[in-house]
């Protein structure tokens, strides 16, 4: 899926070098998220750090990177609008606690059932999102506050800027992989701007546009323990409850997809119930420090693993540089030009983007088709976790219905002039009805025997379906018996005993087995 890929084997050095590049692409990422949430940057910026380093120590996807996110931010702003930011705090400790129980509980395998139709719909979706997000990076606000496009000659030169910053990372693997070429081609272009004096936008004037404060700043001091300032009463619950179960969904749910691709990309595997308890600690211990929590991030993990960053220690080294860059650092960071990061962020969008999708929309079903372009509309236009959600329920759908068709019999009478009907294909929801046209209880003869040796009897519908067509056939004085059924298809319809009434029988001799169900 993804071509963009320099570096094979982890190093202490590349994890290292990595990491810096990581650290430089998060913050103006964690500003705007925190903007998003309508919270104080420095909880947009705690959060990247506290994310990044506890997923990195105990997550289980080393190499991938987490943070404030978009997609947790939409959920977090209405709660702290209408509550205040401390009980978004609050919320975030409870789904921290979510997420850690559903690792505990084995949840995050639950991942694998994701259709490639709707991974790739994912991956394609997000990559629109991440560039059209950096197109804000281009727009600035005019005297009435609105956002408008930039003059034409400070638009060319960033511009100009984004194109050196894509070229360098484009070309300079080709001679050297000793240091990873974004963070050279972020170093490169802000000394080349510093030098000439270009006049171009960088992290501080983002900050300052973001919060319309001019001594804007992204200095700060150590995060510090607090508990949530709420009052611990079933009232506070009642509030919090609900958005803790969405951001524990949402964040495990984009976490979760991001591990997946990130095995991809590594030809390895992470570890998702691991992941779980990763983030669900994370996630508490930025509710207790002033911090807006997250998840995965796609687009940095993305520039992680392409930067060579490949053990806990790219992570690790991410969310302390950050934290340094934070208390020591911020005047160098704050000289940054926005078109290095957006120059980085683009090479992000083309490697994430599978472009092979184009050339098989033509040689899949239909109906993954359909998945695909689905999943990354919707993506597009609501949230990740939304669009994985639609895609999947349409999935199952689509094979439900596909499986549907595909039920049939084979008929025959045997040697005591039993009519026997072979079943083929599964019997389920979404093929009983055609099941039960299979069959005609006013000509068959008075012994009628259904064989399940291709079949299996799947759920309670294909249950009521048997039972249905007894009665049809006890209404024309006749008797239905079922052969060759499996050992769990007995055992249900053994449970079912009250609902269902008809005779198993074992073997060609046609005796009733022990455990029939007498009609």
């Not at 609050?90 to 559903?102: D, F, K, M, P």
């Not at 590594?266 to 600690?281: P, Y």
């Not at 990740?384 to 895609?391: C, I, S, T, Y």
């Not at 759908?397 to 005591?416: G, M, S, Y």
């Amino acid at each position: 899926m993804f071509d963009l890929l320099r570096h094979k084997t982890s190093s202490g050095k590349a994890d290292i070098l990595s990491g810096l590049t990581v650290a430089l692409a998060l913050i103006p990422e964690a500003v705007a998220f925190a903007f998003v949430a309508q919270v104080e940057p420095m909880v947009g910026l705690y959060a990247a750090f506290i994310m990044g380093l506890i997923t990195a120590v105990i997550g289980g996807r080393p190499g991938m990177i987490s943070g404030a996110t978009g997609a947790m931010a939409v959920v977090m702003v209405s709660l702290v609008v209408e509550h205040g930011v401390q009980y978004l705090f609050a919320a975030v400790v409870l789904a921290g606690i979510i997420q850690i129980s559903a690792g505990i509980f084995k949840l995050g395998k639950f991942i694998r059932i994701v259709p490639y139709p709707v991974m790739i719909g994912f991956v394609n979706g997000l990559a629109i999102v991440i560039f059209l997000a950096q197109l804000g990076q281009f727009k600035v606000k005019d005297t009435a506050g609105n956002m408008v496009w930039l003059a034409q000659e400070p638009l060319m030169i960033m511009l100009a800027l984004v194109a050196l910053t894509m070229a360098i990372i484009h070309f300079l693997p080709k001679i050297t992989t000793a240091i990873p070429s974004s963070l050279v081609a972020i170093l490169t272009v802000t000394a080349l701007v510093v030098g000439l004096d270009l006049d171009t936008r960088n992290v501080l004037d983002f900050l300052k546009t973001m919060s319309g404060d001019e001594q804007a700043t992204i200095a700060g001091s150590l995060p510090s323990f607090a508990i949530p300032s709420v009052p611990f009463t079933l009232e506070t619950l009642y509030i919090i409850l609900p958005y803790a179960c969405i951001l524990a969904a949402v964040g495990l749910i984009e976490s979760l997809l991001t591990l997946t691709v990130i095995d991809e990309m590594t030809n390895s595997r992470g570890k998702g119930n691991k992941e779980c308890v990763g983030q669900g600690v994370g996630n508490i211990t930025s509710g207790f420090f002033g911090a807006m929590g997250g998840c995965a991030m796609i687009g940095q993990s993305m520039i992680n693993i392409n930067s060579g960053g490949r053990g806990r220690l790219s992570g690790i080294t991410a969310a302390l540089a950050l934290l340094a860059f934070i208390l020591f650092g911020a005047a160098f960071i704050e000289i940054i030009p926005l078109a290095a990061l957006v120059g980085v962020m683009f090479i992000v969008v083309l490697g994430t983007f599978e472009w092979a999708s184009f050339k098989v929309m033509g040689k899949v079903p239909k109906h993954d088709a359909f998945v695909i372009v689905l999943v990354t509309t919707v993506t597009v236009f609501t949230d990740l976790a939304f669009a994985v959600f639609v895609g999947v329920i349409v999935s199952a759908l689509v094979f439900a219905w596909e499986h549907a068709k595909h039920i049939n019999v084979e008929t025959n009478i045997d040697a005591n002039g039993w009519k026997v009907y072979k079943l083929n294909g599964p019997l389920f929801f979404g093929s009983v009805s055609n099941f039960l046209e299979l069959f005609d209880a006013e000509n068959d003869p008075e012994d009628i025997i259904v064989d399940f040796q291709n079949s299996r009897v799947a759920d309670h519908s294909a249950l009521d379906a048997i039972d249905t067509l007894a009665e049809r056939y006890l209404a024309a004085g006749k008797k239905l018996h079922l052969r060759h059924l499996s050992g769990d298809c007995k055992d249900l319809l053994h449970k079912a005993r009250a609902l269902v009434e008809v005779n198993v029988i074992e073997d060609p001799h046609y005796k009733v087995a022990d455990d029939a169900l007498d009609s």
